[in-house]
Nanobody, 117 residues
C-alpha cells in the first residue's frame, strides 16, 4: 500500500507561481513513476507531468517551459513548480503514484489551484 498526500495549492494572480508537493508513504520503493494530473470544472482529468524513478520527466504541451517536476527521493516527495500561471491552469491537481507489479495507481485527495485574471 502507498499513501499519497498533496499540498501547496491556493489562489494566485495570473503570472504568479505556486509549488505543489506530493508526499508518499508506505511501500514507496515499488513506485515506478509519480505524476500530476488536473481536473477543471466540467472537464475530464488530464495528465500534466510525471517523473520516473530514474528521473525522466514528461509534460503536457500546455505547461512545457512553465512547470517543472522534480523529486526528492530522501523525502519521498515530488514537487511541481508552476510559474507564469494562467487562468486556464485553474483546476484540482491530483498526484498519482504508479506501482507496476501488480499495476496500480494510488491517488491523493487533490489540491485546488485557482488562478485569477
Amino acid at each position: 500500500q502507498v499513501q499519497v498526500v498533496e499540498s501547496g495549492g491556493g489562489l494566485v494572480q495570473a503570472g504568479g507561481s505556486l509549488r505543489l508537493s506530493c508526499t508518499t508513504s508506505g511501500n514507496t520503493r515499488n513506485i515506478r513513476a509519480i505524476g500530476w494530473y488536473r481536473q477543471a470544472p466540467g472537464k475530464q482529468r488530464e495528465f500534466v507531468a510525471d517523473i520516473s524513478s530514474g528521473g525522466n520527466s514528461n509534460y503536457i504541451g500546455a505547461v512545457k517551459g512553465r512547470f517543472t517536476i522534480s523529486r526528492d527521493n530522501a523525502k519521498d516527495t515530488v514537487l511541481l513548480q508552476m510559474n507564469s500561471l494562467k487562468p486556464e491552469d485553474t483546476a484540482v491537481y491530483y498526484c498519482d503514484a504508479f506501482v507496476p507489479i501488480p499495476p496500480r495507481h494510488y491517488w491523493g485527495q487533490g489540491t485546488q489551484v485557482t488562478v485569477s485574471s
